[in-house]
């Protein structure tokens, strides 16, 4: 088998599209107005721009109007309102009458950075002349730039930038220079000093705070550092990192600048700092409670980003796009640290792995073909063939793919590869496979809007409040809460034993067991529900209580292999009289001390997020190309490897970059999985929802009894 990466540079060409729009002019009470009708990813900002209005005029005129603008909804423009505004400015600071601008074409690998540094502006100063870069950087974009004076020169300087205290070691004092826009307020928050401390230790504040003013701050009042004091429920924290502005943070949540002020007073005065954590807000205010059309928006919102704009590219798609892969390999080349960092020609290189055979290691080694491969890295390797598969097969279909394939078997390989130009133009991020390796990239695709999957654990929960971010395996508690739903919807009027143990600290385990107890002894059903412990009680007394000419339904919840052991040979043997039926996980069948043959005659059955059925002819195709490719049977892995990549890289050549709203409409036969992404909040990403229920039959088949939850009993509830 052969590791290749393939390095070519692009860029990735966007068109913007613009709608001719219809507009009438009505009069109400004595007013005149324009009747807008909103366009497709139109802002207020954006309207007030074209209108030549103010956002105040346009928010007096429609009251309960939100930041978040639905299509086809229509706004009231107030018509020769805007003269005044100008002439009230003039008065007061004429040289901003007539604002003078360059407009500048964005090319070819130019950057946010680099055309604010080309006009001599700040990243931050680009972004609040042009609030639209919030959403990226593309292309043939044209951005305003506005012509300098030396009036505006020293606003840059004075109003925008960050000032930092200057420190006097020998007094054990600080002093801070008072910018434009701070407030004795703000100051005594940023510093975590009272205002009486800050009174006395500054005299002249008496007559009031001035710009220019410097501010004697103790040492050990400005280094220690302010508990942020929140509600969990209502907000999380965010640690703000190199580079982000106030405009980045609210398009990444999801949430307007002013409520992340609102949550953070002391942004009002100032810019955000590197380092520094904030509280972002759980619930935008968009949801206006106790409003009735409040609650009217709020529906239409959450209706809005169910479904989103979902726009199919038409015609032949030659884009090129580029896809990254971030495994654990780990080879000798990759898996250690370097004191002084690793080279990032050493992660761009081609993998290898003809490295020679390490006899003294092969008991945590295997060879194949004649190479030494981490036993760790078996099943990752055969993710990787699935993958190639995958991308092999959409390359024949026309489709453009350019991968990267990188090691990340540690964190310093995962933060160099995150510093990387050729990480941030890649259109797909697959991995890293560990949650703890996780949190950096996770952080990383939302801030640059890159697609990020977790294709195979089901832990971490980063998709809460990243909206990038798609876990292909539902986490335990999901499939717990789904387990307990389908025992309650298939067995609600059967015999049903919840089997109990002695010692069950498996909290998984225990939940599973409660959710089922709840739902099954509500007063919605009519179940024989029993609780029974074969370990305490034996097999003869449970006999009375099962059901001759019925089925008997049991429960195991727990994944502890000697317990389920004496509950697996009780069954069995009461098998041989009585129609059982057993509800476990798909744990069970690893258990080596088991029979699968006594699954069989329980009628083994358990939801799982994988069900391969080797009739279906894509299965059989696919084991055809693997054995031909590679020489071997294909694993778990290599059918996860393949179905991932296939979905969302298709998903890209069919809806572009930001697919996110497609796939609640995007069904596509895999080998194993069936993939419906539910959004789990209105600033998270996407859980796979979707899973089998698999059934150990007499006869020794193994059947997919169906998706659950099945998609056309939804729509009918």
Not at 448 to 456: D, E, F, T, Y
């Amino acid at each position: 088998m052969k590791f290749i990466v393939a390095i070519c540079l692009f860029a990735l060409l966007n068109s913007i599209t613009y709608s001719v729009f219809s507009q009438k002019q009505v009069e109400i009470a004595g007013e005149k107005y324009v009747l807008h009708k909103v366009l497709k990813s139109e802002t207020i900002y954006s309207i007030c721009q074209q209108y030549k209005v103010t956002q105040k005029e346009l928010l007096e005129a429609n009251p309960g109007l939100t930041a978040i603008l639905k299509s086809g909804s229509t706004v009231k423009v107030p018509v020769g309102k805007v003269v005044p505004e100008q002439k009230k400015q003039e008065s007061k600071v004429p040289q901003k009458t007539v604002e003078e601008f360059y407009y500048h074409k964005v090319v070819k690998k130019q950057t946010i950075f680099s055309i604010a540094k080309q006009y001599g502006y700040t990243a931050n100063d680009l972004i609040r002349f042009n609030p639209e870069l919030s959403n990226g950087l593309v292309a043939g974009q044209v951005l305003k730039i506005p012509v300098k004076t030396s009036d505006s020169d020293n606003q840059s300087e004075s109003q925008y930038k960050t000032t930092y205290p200057v420190m006097d070691g020998s007094s054990g004092y600080i002093y801070h220079p008072v910018v434009s826009g701070e407030t004795l307020y703000s100051l005594e928050q940023r510093f975590n000093i009272s205002h009486q401390e800050m009174m006395s230790l500054n005299p002249s504040l008496q007559d009031g705070l001035k710009t220019g003013m410097k501010l004697k701050i103790p040492v050990s009042s400005s280094q220690k550092p302010t508990e942020l004091v929140f509600d969990s429920k209502s907000f999380n924290k965010y640690q703000i990192e190199k580079g982000e502005t106030l405009f980045s943070i609210s398009s990444r949540f999801g949430i307007e600048v002013g409520e992340l002020k609102k949550a953070n007073p002391s942004l009002f005065s100032r810019s955000l700092e590197t380092g520094e954590t904030i509280l972002i807000p759980k619930n935008s205010a968009f949801q206006k409670v106790g409003s009735i059309e409040g609650q009217k928006n709020t529906a239409e919102f959450m209706e809005e980003i169910g479904t989103g704009y979902c726009d199919t590219i038409q015609g032949i798609n030659n884009q090129k796009y580029k896809a990254g892969l971030l495994l654990p390999f780990h080879l000798p080349a990759y898996d250690k640290n370097y004191p002084d960092g690793i080279s990032k020609s050493l992660l761009l290189s081609r993998i290898s792995l003809n490295d020679p055979v390490d006899t003294a290691s092969l008991d945590t080694t295997v060879v194949t073909n004649g190479v030494n491969i981490d036993q760790k890295a078996l099943g990752f390797i055969e993710f990787y063939e699935g993958a190639l598969l995958a991308i092999d097969s959409l390359q024949r279909n026309g489709m453009n793919i350019e991968l990267f394939v990188f090691d990340a078997s540690n964190q310093q390989n995962v933060n160099t590869m995150l510093q990387m130009d050729e990480f941030r133009d890649l259109n797909l991020i697959i991995g890293p496979v560990y949650p703890e390796f996780q949190e950096t990239v996770a952080s990383f695709a939302a801030k640059n809007r890159i697609p990020m999957i977790s294709p195979l654990s089901s832990g971490g929960n980063f998709e809460q409040n990243n909206s990038w971010y798609f876990k292909v395996n539902p986490t335990k508690e999901y499939q717990s809460e789904q387990t307990a739903t389908y025992i309650a919807r298939e067995f609600a009027n059967k015999n049903f034993f919840l089997l109990q143990f002695s010692d069950n600290s498996d909290a998984a385990a225990a939940k599973l067991a409660e959710l089922t107890k709840a739902k099954l002894t509500s007063t919605s059903f009519r179940s024989k529900f029993h609780e029974y412990n074969f370990q305490r009680q034996g097999v003869n007394q449970i006999k009375p209580l099962l059901d001759e000419n019925g089925v008997n339904i049991f429960m195991i919840p727990s994944d502890n292999e000697a317990q389920v052991s004496v509950a697996v040979t009780n069954l069995t043997a009461l098998a041989e009289h009585y129609d059982i039926v057993l509800i476990g996980t798909p744990a069970l069948t690893k258990f080596k001390s088991i029979q699968i043959e006594n699954y069989h005659r329980i009628r083994l059955r358990y939801l799982s997020p994988y069900f391969t059925d080797y009739e279906r002819p894509l299965v059989r195709r696919f084991v055809s190309l693997y054995r031909e490719n590679y020489i071997a049977e294909p694993s778990q892995f290599s059918y996860q490897g393949f179905d991932v990549a296939y979905y969302f890289l298709s998903a890209i050549q069919r809806f572009g970059k930001d697919f996110r709203n497609c796939l609640p409409n995007y069904p596509m036969e895999l080998t194993q999985m069936n993939f419906r992404f539910r959004k789990v909040a209105p600033m998270g990403g996407f859980e796979n929802e979707s899973m089998f229920v698999t059934s150990f039959e007499r006869n020794f088949d193994v059947l997919s009894l169906g998706a659950f939850p099945n998609p056309r009993i939804n729509q009918k509830k």
